[in-house]
């Protein structure tokens, strides 16, 4: 069945240095991928999104670039900022109907001055 | 911008009571879903809905039950609470059109089940 992989649950980083997040993904359909950021104490939102191979999608800084070949969805950012300190969801939307979302466990990561 | 609101926002249950959990989207968006969040397993789909009188079942629907009496009002039922259900649970909205289209999250209610 379809799954989302994210292999680091805990990311420590100092700021001004770059990040990356893993998202590896499993599905028969025509992938659409998502990174869901959640600040402490809110609501899940949405970052950026992306279902066109090779191409990189960009938004607040970050970007992601999906790649079909290797089922990966990665998340970077040249340099973190203290407010980047958050928690990291990617989501995979399932096919062939796309009604639901498959989220990974998450990465949080924690910028340090 | 989307609009998804719950209630309560924060419950104390005991175990083997009855909770409801409420939410309201004014996104007049078809879908809604339920979701726990857990340390350790991000987000779990407990239920979820395609309009109105119109319940599915997510990844861990046991213990839940869900009900969707208005295109905009989606419950979360537990009948017989138990400390295992002890979470935060989130509440979303959406229409998946072509398998883009974004989920708009609540902020939340933080149930505790003693």
């Known amino acids: 069945g379809d799954s989302v992989t994210q292999t680091e649950g805990l990311v420590t980083l100092t700021k001004g240095l770059p990040v990356m997040l893993n998202c590896t993904y499993q599905?028969?359909?025509?992938?659409?991928l998502f990174w869901y950021v959640q600040h402490l104490n809110e609501a899940p939102k949405l970052l950026l999104k992306?279902?066109?191979?090779?191409k990189r999608t960009e938004h607040q800084g970050f970007y992601a670039t999906l790649h079909k070949s290797s089922s990966s969805f990665h998340l970077q950012k040249s340099s973190v900022q203290l407010s980047d300190s958050a928690l990291y969801f990617c989501?995979?939307?399932?096919?062939?109907?796309?009604?639901?979302?498959?989220f990974g466990s998450g990465t949080k990561l924690t910028v340090e001055p | 911008e989307a609009a998804v609101t719950q209630s309560p926002r924060n419950k104390v249950a005991v175990t083997g009571g009855k909770v409801t959990l409420s939410c309201n989207q004014t996104?007049?968006?078809?879908?809604m879903y339920w979701y726990r969040q857990d340390t350790g397993h991000g987000l779990r789909l407990i239920h979820y809905?395609?309009?109105?009188?119109?319940?599915e079942k997510g990844d861990i629907p046991d213990g839940y039950k869900a009900s969707r009496p208005s295109q905009e009002n989606f419950s979360l039922i537990l009948e017989l609470a138990t400390p295992s259900q002890t979470s935060v649970y989130f509440c979303?909205?959406?229409?998946?059109?072509?398998?883009?289209?974004?989920?708009?999250f609540g902020p939340g209610t933080r149930l505790t089940v003693l």
């Open positions: 979303a909205s959406g229409d998946p059109g072509q398998g883009m289209a974004e989920q708009f």
């Open positions: 599905t028969t359909y025509s992938p659409f």
């Open positions: 992306s279902s066109t191979d090779n």
């Open positions: 989501a995979l939307s399932d096919g062939p109907n796309y009604n639901v979302l498959y």
């Open positions: 996104n007049n968006h078809n879908n």
């Open positions: 809905s395609y309009g109105a009188g119109s319940t």
